[in-house]
Every structure is written in C-alpha cells, then in structure tokens.
C-alpha cells in the first residue's frame, strides 16, 4: 500500500465529477487507501466515493469510514452516537451508500464515556466476524482506549493529527501504538494550512479554527514556517511536501492521509514521497518544530456521554 492515501472529506455532489477525477487519478498513482466518514457532507462523501470507485475491481482499494459523529447541516456536528446497539445500522447505511459488500476499515469517530470502549469495539468485532468489516480501526482516543479497544479486537490502524505543529502523538499514542505493533494513519500534515508556501511568505492565512490557535499565535508560527520554507527552497520542494516527507522519514510505519477533491493537487502531494532528507536536515527540522516552540495547535480532547458533548478535557 502506498504510503500516502486520499482523505474524501470535501467530496460532495457539488464537485462530484472533480471528486471522480481525483480518485482516478489516485488509484492511476497507486494510491489505493481512501479515506471518508459517514457525517462527511451529511453523507454525500461516501456516495460520491462509492460512485467513484464502482467502476474499478473491489481488489485495487482499501475504503476507510469512520462513523459515529451526528450532522446538523450547517450548524456542523451536533452530538455522537456510537451505541453498541446502532453500530450494525451505521454500517448498513455505509455499505448502502458506498455500494458495498463490506468495508476494509471501520472505526468509531470517538469514545462515549456512557459506553466502555471493550462493548463498543465488542460491536464492531460482530461485523468483522460475519465479513461485513475487514478490520477495526481506532481514532480520536487515548493511548489507554487503544489498549482496551486492542485487548477486544486487533487493532488494524490508529488514526490521529500529527504534524510538524501537532506533534503531541509522540509523547504517549505513538510509543504505545509501536508497543502494539499498530501502525498509524496520520491526517493534518499541513496544519490546518499553516505548513505551506503562501502562508509562510504571508500571502494568505487560512482560516484557523479558534480553539487551535489565537490571532497572537499567527505571526510567531509564520516566522517558524518560513524557515521550514527556506528549507524546502533548497530542496526544490514545496513548504507542504517537505512537511509531509519529514513526517513519513522520521516514523516508517505511518500512513499519511492527504486531504483534496483536485487531481493536480493530489500530484503535487505525492512528490513528497520523493523526498529524502539527511540526518543534518531531519534534526534541523525537528528542533525547529520542538514542542514549545510552536504557539497554540493543541486540540484538547472531547468529551462526550450519552451522545451529547460535555466539554474538553
């Protein structure tokens, strides 16, 4: 499996054909991991993927869903439901609209305290045993819920943020997934638009979600990101390919996901693969980005119990 895998979230009826393209264009590649959510555009990923990917042998992909977080349309996620009782319904809704007889990865959005982890991955362990799940995925949680989750039910893949901004998965996910021996599908390599040319030459700031970073936080990053940017101008790279390439270097056992509805964008991600960096480089990279140097980016864990969300902890 390439190392690299496409993330479907912004795939919608509005640009299916775009969507269409770009998952073709994927699979030409040999990018064969595709990742979605059942709450992604209220469901309309997982059609236009299904879609998508109806044309080509069930063999060539590995489809992931995450399932569980509640849509409210405009108003985003409202709550979780990950009940052992609804898993079964979830997936039928899934599988129907993907078109799909079974589905390689099934993992729960989120934990519910009102539920103990070992009955909700109990649930999925169900759906592995009758074929309709290849395997069960964790995301979202703690080192301690994967280790429960594991002793249930092996754990194919953990997914989590990580990035050159968000690097808190090394102090207790990361060692605990190698301990395991499960590898680790990481999603945000590019900050939330931080880790890229234009915002490090301050041509454009993303729209950053508030609870990740304040308006203080934005001039203080930049001047980190331009140095990665420095870096990556040496290299004949981009800003965002040299931040996914140190990502992949430093942990071999990691699955990057990559997210973008453009095939031309799609391309210019899979470069990074290219890229190799010395001993000097990573090491220099790496103290750029220490923890404490970055300002803000820490996503504090949400609670939820009996499906409504309770706050961070």
Same mark, same amino acid.
């Given at each position: 499996?390439?190392?690299?895998?496409?993330?479907? %979230?912004? %795939? =919608?009826?509005?640009?299916?054909?775009?969507?269409?393209?770009?998952?073709? =264009?994927?699979?030409?590649?040999?990018?064969? %991991?595709? $990742?979605?959510?059942?709450?992604?555009?209220?469901?309309?990923?997982e059609?236009?993927?299904?879609?998508?990917?109806?044309?080509?042998?069930?063999?060539?992909?590995?489809?992931?869903?995450?399932?569980?977080?509640?849509?409210? !349309?405009?108003?985003?996620?409202?709550? +979780?439901?990950?009940?052992?009782?609804?898993?079964?319904?979830?997936?039928?809704?899934?599988? !129907?609209?993907?078109?799909?007889?079974?589905?390689? +990865?099934?993992?729960?959005?989120?934990?519910?305290?009102?539920?103990?982890?070992?009955?909700?991955?109990?649930?999925?362990?169900?759906?592995?045993?009758?074929?309709?799940?290849?395997?069960?995925?964790?995301?979202?949680?703690?080192?301690?819920?994967?280790?429960r989750? $594991?002793a249930?039910?092996?754990? #194919?893949?953990?997914? #989590?943020?990580?990035?050159?901004?968000?690097?808190?998965?090394?102090?207790?996910?990361?060692?605990?997934?190698?301990?395991?021996?499960?590898?680790v599908?990481?999603?945000?390599?590019?900050?939330?638009?931080?880790?890229?040319?234009?915002?490090?030459?301050?041509?454009?700031?993303?729209?950053? *979600?508030?609870?990740?970073?304040?308006?203080?936080?934005?001039?203080?990053?930049?001047?980190?990101?331009?140095?990665?940017?420095?870096?990556?101008? !040496?290299?004949?790279?981009?800003?965002? $390919?040299?931040?996914?390439?140190?990502? *992949?270097?430093? $942990?071999?056992? %990691?699955?990057?996901?990559?997210?973008?509805?453009?095939?031309?964008?799609?391309?210019?991600?899979?470069?990074?693969?290219?890229?190799?960096?010395?001993?000097?480089?990573?090491?220099?990279?790496?103290?750029?980005?220490?923890p404490g140097?970055?300002?803000?980016?820490?996503?504090? #864990?949400?609670?939820?119990?009996?499906?409504?969300?309770?706050?961070?902890?």
């Open positions: 499996m390439k190392r690299i895998g496409l993330g479907c %979230m912004g %795939m =919608a009826r509005r640009n299916e054909e775009q969507s269409i393209r770009t998952v073709d =264009a994927a699979l030409d590649h040999g990018v064969t %991991m595709f $990742n979605t959510g059942e709450f992604y555009n209220g469901g309309e990923s059609i236009v993927l299904g879609n998508a990917l109806r044309q080509h042998p069930r063999d060539k992909y590995f489809v992931s869903v995450k399932f569980g977080s509640l849509p409210g !349309g405009p108003h985003g996620l409202y709550g +979780l439901d990950v009940n052992p009782f609804n898993v079964r319904a979830h997936l039928t809704y899934s599988l !129907g609209r993907l078109g799909l007889d079974y589905i390689d +990865l099934y993992e729960p959005s989120r934990m519910d305290d009102a539920y103990p982890v070992e009955e909700v991955i109990g649930a999925v362990q169900e759906l592995v045993k009758e074929g309709l799940v290849r395997h069960m995925g964790m995301t979202e949680t703690t080192a301690d819920d994967l280790r989750g $594991n249930v039910c092996p754990i #194919k893949y953990f997914e #989590k943020e990580y990035s050159l901004l968000s690097r808190q998965m090394e102090a207790e996910d990361l060692p605990t997934c190698r301990e395991l021996g499960i590898p599908i990481a999603y945000g390599l590019l900050g939330h638009g931080l880790l890229t040319d234009s915002f490090a030459t301050g041509e454009r700031t993303p729209s950053i *979600l508030p609870f990740l970073y304040k308006p203080e936080d934005i001039e203080p990053n930049r001047a980190i990101v331009s140095q990665l940017k420095e870096i990556a101008d !040496g290299k004949g790279c981009s800003t965002s $390919n040299l931040a996914v390439a140190w990502v *992949l270097q430093k $942990n071999p056992d %990691m699955l990057a996901i990559v997210g973008t509805t453009h095939p031309d964008h799609l391309e210019d991600s899979l470069r990074a693969l290219d890229i190799t960096l010395t001993d000097e480089e990573m090491q220099t990279i790496g103290e750029l980005f220490a140097r970055v300002r803000g980016g820490v996503l504090p #864990k949400m609670h939820y119990s009996g499906g409504r969300f309770i706050g961070f902890k």
